[in-house]
């Protein structure tokens, strides 16, 4: 609103970091407008005051800062598709869509965001491969037998499904880099070399304590000769010589007392008559010792390194089968993930100049402001870098805001320390020259401004968050120091505040959800209401139990899981409704639909269905007419959306106040729109991934609001219980990828450890350490700045590495700032507790909703999907047909029909008891030169979708590009009706014709014969 212009607002770009951040940052600055586009009259004082500070800092009048904020706020409304505010992710996922074609990437390319169903099924394609893939198979023997040697299990499915997890993080890039040269030959090397490097030294070592006893021995000396017996030298000795190299700890080496003994002389027993011969051969003995500690020091760290690569080899040596196949999945899927966008964009960045970008995108952006700064992953700010680079030099002004001591998204590859070095330091200036370029603009034109006040918590909230954290900064590393300098605020806020820390030694679950329910019956008393109240946790888990428990205690619970879609009792019996009408023949899937029925309509008796399904599954449709619930075929619909509402409509279900049947609507619109009208598919998908789909609840719903810290972020709340503080922290470290150009393996993942910190590795290890201590206080951070009126903790004193233990008693035991005041030994409260003042948060009122009943004419809905029919009503034979249809279907050379055969059985979509015929048959098919002739040209398409002038869908099993012909083939596996079968043929070539300037002809390919009928146009 500088100028005129009330279009500027195109040329600003926001980002932030999640859907929630960014919707919430646009109703702010619709909400400003408003505010300051109010006549000046209707305005407050405080208004009026804000309003002049900004219309001083444009250099306007009042009254036009007004008129232009009135015409920026018209503007956006009437162009709100231009109002640039969203998140990185949907930013790069524009940039990657405008330029699709230049990356080599599917136009029409779905983005996945479940990555752990891929990686389970990239897991289970693996072991599929077992005896078909010599290369594969004997790696995955070798880590069975590595598995069994160390006394695991065989089956180590679960350890490589964890370890995958790993390789799709940012720092992961370089090492499958490095090992990318490394086949199973190669790995099963390694594997003999270093084991028996290994081996090396653990003789080594035991023969120097082996050579030490024997000289006691011989000298006539035993334990008891010597000072400090057991855990003299001598007990040195026997450790090493007794115990396997492998089963000696970091901290159970030598210890400072053999050291002080090594070095001063060993010592006798006063109390032994062997006292003086002991001391006698101090120096033969003190030479033993010493070889053990120089062992020790220069030899153990790599026998240390070797032990925990040797536990990672396995996983290792199949990293780049994970991958391949991670590729073949994506790549028959149509899919990109989000990590994939970042490195995408790289090769886009590297190669375009930002004004041909922002001309492909159709739109300029002169200013940025990138929120949340301080959880954007590496590779994500070297894509942004450049953008605001020409944006600086352009003498624009942009905006990153971030608060590194809320950077609690490492594990998604939020990386803080590049929000802490700004201005003066950008990520790879030493590596990249255009970085370098970038990194002096920054540094001359950057400036930092630390926020100083509190606008959210009581003054009483503020001063304890000041003191607490302050004190942890102190007591921990340089490193946290750093993020937490500076962190102290003022309060803005005049009313009272009240903390409370209930901090009992046992305090076990029962009574921690039982403290949840008395402080949320404290605060009703007190005048709040539910929803003012929110109880953080860690894990979703724990909030299952908190949720469960005051639920069953009569308290509204809003949570994770009491969100998902599928914990309503009207989506279960949609599903269970959905599932007995394409399962006609499924008893269960009747008794589970009669089952929810009764549980949504009391009036209904189920006695009298009980008795008909008795015998066995009977026709759905008339079993429910027999209780008046009467409801058409599902092929009487155009779409599986339409009759998804008329079974909602025909059983009278609730959809007004109903969100999870509303959101249940918007899964079937949404999977009928990006994937299928297959209802069976959307059954498997809704069981599968979206049971667990959130429903959103509305602002103001009258519960308490249960939630982890990470989805705390950005909120506030007038009271807020963080129960169980007393997680384990030095459990769930992050592995840290290594490059080692010296080592037999070029990288590695190491988890951050006592044995690990001995390693050459130490100072990464140690600064990996400092991030996870981090991690944790930056979680402490988040959710005890949440709260505006009250915080209540609690958590167990006795658990150890909690932060209960190692921090806040502590605190609470010392701190002499504080007005803290003591109850009871376990009971800590600061402030006071003041009844509710101030309105209450708006209800959310009720949106009405409605089923149209009359519907536009679309095309007929089918119940054949992309890769399946309905099984249910086909009888053996056509069953068997439809199946070998969909394993051609897969198949784009002859070698790959086993491949396609066991990826159609490992997902579902044929039946493992007609699998011997269906590779009997095509092992057959493919003795036929004609038939492995379809399979021989670069251009053929299985299965391609044609659309008549109507809509309707044509799909051939084959069409085959040759240079002066086109073929469409369709295979046939039943009775050759050639009359029927040509005029099908004939539809296709005619389609093909009017699409192709190519003559076209057809085919027909009877499977069972292997006989070729022509077919031409006519």
Known sequence: MKDKNEKNFRKVLAMTFTNKAANEMKERIIQKLKELSKDPIKKTPEEISEGQKIADDFGVSLYVLTERASKSLNAILHNYGMFSVMTIDKFTHKVIRTFAKELGLSLDFDVELDLTSLRKNVTDLLFDQIGRQKELTDLMVSYANSNLKDD????????????????????????????????????????????????????????????????????????????????????????????????????????NRHREHIAEGIQGNKKSPNKDLVESFSNDLGQFGQQILDFWQDEYPSYILNKEIL?????????????????????????????????????????????????RLGVRYDHFLLDEFQDTSHLQWLNLIPLLHNSLASKQTNLIVGDGKQAIYRWRNGEVDQFVNLPDQLPDADTIESIAEAQQKFSDEGEVNTL???????????????????????????????????????????????????????????????????????????????????????????????????????????????????????????????????????????????????????EIDPNSLWLELANGAVDIRKLFKKIDCNFSALEDFHSFYE??????????????????????????????????????????????????????????????????????????????????????????????????????????????????LLTKHGDAMKAEDDKNILDHINMVYVAFTRAETA?????????????????????????????????????????EFVRKVGTDTELAEPFSFSIIKDKMD????????????????????????????????????????????????????ISPVNLPKLKSDLNRLFTSDHFTSYFSEKQVFNERIILDELGKMHIPDKIIYHENEIVVVDYKTGEEDEEKHEKQVREYIQLMS???????RGEIFYTESLRVRPVESE
Not at 323 to 331: I, R, S
Not at 661 to 676: A, G, M, N, P
Not at 804 to 828: C, E, G, M, R, Y
Not at 994 to 1000: L, Q, R, S, T, Y
């Open 152 to 255: 695991k299990s065989w089956n180590f499915k679960k350890q490589l499904f964890e370890f995958s997890s790993a390789l799709f993080k940012e720092d992961a890039i370089d090492a499958i880099n490095r090992l990318k040269g490394y086949d199973s030959k190669r790995f099963i090397e390694v594997r003999k070399e270093v084991s028996e490097e290994q081996k090396v030294l653990e003789r080594k070592v035991k023969k120097i304590a082996d050579d030490a006893l024997e000289f006691i021995k011989i000298n006539g000396l035993e334990m008891g000769d010597f000072h400090y017996t057991n855990t003299s030298v001598f007990g040195l000795f026997t450790k090493f010589s007794s115990k396997k190299l492998s089963a000696i700890r970091a901290d159970d080496g030598p210890s």
């Open 994 to 1000: 009017e699409i192709e300037d190519k003559k076209v």
């Open 311 to 359: 536990k990672n080899l396995s996983n290792l040596s199949l990293m780049n089968h994970i991958l391949t196949f991670t590729e073949e999945v994506k790549k028959e899927d149509n899919i990109l993930l989000i990590s994939d966008f970042y490195k995408e964009i790289a090769k886009l960045i590297a190669e375009e100049p930002v004004p041909f970008i922002y001309e």
């Open 791 to 831: 915080l209540f903790v609690s958590g167990d004193s006795k658990k150890a590495s909690s932060p209960v233990v190692k921090w806040l008693k502590p605190f609470l035991d010392t701190d002499p700032t504080l007005t803290i005041s003591k109850t009871s030994d376990d009971l800590a409260c600061m402030g």
């Open 643 to 756: 009759y998804v509402e008329h079974l909602i409509a025909a059983f009278d279900v609730e959809l007004d106040n109903n969100p999870y049947v509303q959101y249940f609507l918007e899964q079937v619109h949404q999977f009928e729109k990006k994937s299928s009208t297959n209802i069976r598919s959307f059954i498997q998908w809704f069981h599968e991934k979206g049971f667990k789909e959130s429903v959103t609840s509305p602002a103001g719903t009258e519960a308490v609001q249960v939630m982890t810290f990470h989805k705390s972020k950005g909120l506030e709340f007038p009271i807020v219980i963080c129960p169980f503080l007393d997680w384990d922290m030095s459990k769930n470290k992050s592995d840290l990828w290594m490059a080692d150009d010296d080592h037999l393996v070029p990288s590695y993942s190491l988890t951050p450890s006592k044995n690990t």
């Open 452 to 602: 100083k006040h509190n606008y959210r918590s009581a003054p009483e909230i503020v001063a304890f968050n000041n003191a607490f954290f302050e004190y942890l900064a102190a007591s921990n590393s340089e490193y946290v120091q750093r993020i937490y300098r500076d962190g102290s605020q003022l309060a803005k806020k005049d009313f009272k505040g009240y903390l409370e820390f209930n901090l009992q030694e046992g305090l076990d679950e029962d009574e921690q959800n039982n403290y949840c329910l008395e402080v949320v019956k404290k605060s009703l008393e007190q005048g709040y209401k539910l929803n003012d109240i929110s109880i953080l946790v860690r894990r979703n888990s724990t909030g299952s139990v908190i949720a469960k428990f005051l639920s069953e205690n009569g308290i509204k619970v809003i949570s994770q899981d009491s969100l998902w879609v599928n914990k309503d009792a009207h989506v279960k019996f949609l599903v269970a409704l959905l599932s007995a009408v394409t399962s006609q023949r499924n008893l269960n899937h009747q008794k589970k639909c009669v089952e929810h029925l009764s549980m949504i309509k009391s």
């Open 858 to 909: 679309r095309t007929k809905f089918s119940l054949k999907g992309e890769h399946e029919v309905s099984f249910e009503n086909l009888d053996d034979k056509r069953r068997y047909g439809t199946e070998l249809h969909l394993v051609l279907s897969k198949i784009q050379a002859p070698n790959e029909s086993d491949d396609a055969l066991m990826a159609c059985l490992h997902k579902g979509l």
